[in-house]
């Protein structure tokens, strides 16, 4: 089985930690560097064949719906907690958007999450 | 330039505008492009609608009293000064009751937009 490749795109350039956690879980992770991160995502999670991307901004709004309107991914944002993004990937959302998590154990498990998902 | 009409039809399809977020959504968005055409920066559709999600966001975080986390000051440097008077600008269009043109996380968050729109990023 492929690897899971995930996009991950900070408004202002974070994201390290959720990275290192998409590692742990055994997926590749996409960082993009730099601020306005999430504004690229659907462009490079589409570039990649990403199996899904994670969008922070403050709500994850920008970067989910660019990726909706531009590549009609199932997308869900506002979220707040980690569950609320595990239950997005489990309900087949390809984005899920938060305010500011920079977490390893975000990354680490949604990917958990995916692989559970995809392995049914 | 797209009419304010138009940018909030654009971001109701995507998002449900709540009633009570009409308002303060038209005077967000009119302020943000009226400060876009004053400094001639073109904003596509495609950004304008990721900007207007933003500020859908804004008005959300606002109403419910929700603080971003701050920013440290290397961070608030990434983005030109002058993008980030465009963005107070914006935020102080707001009602009375929406205080958030000198959270600068806030800003910083709304800057970005225009600097991304100024760079092409």
Not at chain 1, 37 to 51: F, P, R
Request: glycine residues 10%.
């Amino acid at each position: 089985m492929e690897k899971v490749k995930v996009v991950i795109g900070d408004r202002l350039g974070k994201g390290q930690k959720v990275a290192k956690g998409v590692e742990q879980a055994g997926g590749i992770p996409i960082l993009i560097p730099g601020v306005a991160a999430d504004m690229k995502l659907a462009d490079i999670m589409h570039k990649e064949a990403a199996d899904f991307g994670i969008s922070f901004c403050g709500s994850g709004g920008a970067g989910a719906i660019t990726a909706k309107t531009k590549y009609g991914y199932d997308v869900a944002f506002g979220l707040r907690s980690v569950d609320a993004g595990v239950t997005a990937i489990r309900e087949g959302k390809k984005v899920v958007g938060f305010g500011f998590m920079d977490t390893e154990e975000l990354g680490r498990r949604l990917t958990e999450a995916y692989i559970k998902l995809q392995s049914k | 330039m797209y009419m304010t009409g138009e940018i909030i039809q654009l971001v109701d399809q995507e998002i449900k505008l709540a009633d009570n977020e009409l308002n303060d959504f038209k005077t967000l968005i009119e302020a943000a492009t009226k400060a876009a055409q004053d400094v001639q920066l073109v904003i596509s559709e495609e950004r304008l609608l990721r900007l207007g999600v933003h500020l859908v966001a804004v008005i959300r975080r606002a109403n419910s009293g929700e603080v971003l986390p701050p920013v440290d000051e290397i961070m608030l440097q990434q983005v030109a000064a002058d993008m980030h008077d465009l963005a107070r600008k914006v935020l102080g269009a707001t009602l009375v009751t929406m205080p958030c043109q000198e959270d600068s996380t806030e800003v910083l968050l709304l800057a970005v937009h225009f600097a991304a729109a100024k760079e092409s990023i």
